[in-house]
């Protein structure tokens, strides 16, 4: 279970470490083909490995199966939404911060920022691992795998454009590669947190799985397709989008 729960972190580490084998800023070809593709994995994730287990869960419901999906979707846009207006964060490669104001340094607004996507990320795995461990649910600790690889394939290109702007901002690969490892540990932490409360939560779990699904599709809505669609090269963040999709989606039928 605890390998499981590494493996995102490990994804983070390691995109971060590029920061000390690439010059200057990342291209912007090349991070819009990331931002697309980590889009991509994180849409179909929400849809095989959480919402479509979640109905399933409820299959004894007949049509009212969705009611869970679907009220679980849209509270995990809201919970996103508001820790987007309440936290003072800054996306990469604005100059202008989101939230309340605070006198906290561009690095600490990028590194918040950074924190709340990875949040839903983190509830994610937890809560298919919960599920998992659930006697008679229809997730299979392969699924709990499936979701934790393919997560953590989505972080490498994320560490990475977590950590170059950093370096681009005037901090050192060192501190830049540190600060955008940390930016991944609350996935683990978000994780156990889950985890430890499964037997509690066990009546709430299709609820929570799409829970964790809104989470997700809210960043990628509000954050990864925007940054990822501006200026120039678009379609090349649709290519990766579509990579990621489609590489989520077979790891999670075939794993499954």
């Given at each position: 279970m605890?390998?499981?729960i590494?493996?995102?972190f490990?994804g983070?580490i390691?995109?971060?470490?590029f920061?000390?084998?690439m ?17 991509g ?46 936290t ?19 690095t ?13 990320e ?7 691992l919960?599920?998992a ?7 299979t600790?392969?699924?709990a795998?499936?979701?934790?690889l393919?997560?953590?394939?989505q ?14 901002e ?5 501190r830049?590669f ?28 299709p ?15 509000e954050e ?8 120039e090269?678009s379609?090349i963040g649709?290519?990766?989008?579509a ?11 075939v794993?499954?």
């Amino acid at each position: 279970m605890l390998t499981t729960i590494l493996i995102p972190f490990l994804g983070t580490i390691l995109g971060s470490a590029f920061v000390f084998f690439m010059r200057g800023a990342m291209p912007s070809l090349v991070q819009k083909t990331l931002l697309g593709f980590a889009s991509g994995v994180m849409v179909a994730a929400s849809v095989w490995s959480l919402l479509i287990p979640g109905i399933d869960m409820c299959a004894d419901m007949g049509r009212m199966a969705v009611v869970p999906a679907a009220v679980g979707l849209l509270a995990g846009m809201a919970f996103l939404l508001a820790i987007d207006r309440l936290t003072p964060h800054l996306h990469i490669g604005n100059s202008k911060p989101e939230g309340p104001r605070s006198r906290l340094s561009r690095t600490a607004m990028l590194s918040l920022a950074v924190t709340i996507h990875n949040l839903p990320e983190g509830m994610s795995v937890g809560v298919v691992l919960a599920g998992a461990m659930q006697q008679g649910s229809a997730i299979t600790s392969a699924a709990a795998m499936a979701m934790a690889l393919g997560i953590a394939i989505q972080n490498i290109p994320e560490g990475a454009i977590i950590s170059m702007p950093m370096r681009a901002e005037g901090n050192s690969r060192l501190r830049s590669f540190t600060m955008g490892a940390l930016s991944g540990l609350v996935e683990p932490l978000g994780a156990l947190l889950v985890v430890a409360l499964a037997s509690v939560l066990t009546p709430a779990l299709p609820y929570l799985l799409a829970f964790a699904a809104g989470a997700m599709l809210y960043v990628v809505v509000e954050e990864l397709i925007p940054e990822m669609s501006e200026g120039e090269h678009s379609n090349i963040g649709t290519i990766g989008f579509a990579i990621g999709f489609t590489l989520m989606m077979v790891l999670d039928v075939v794993l499954s």
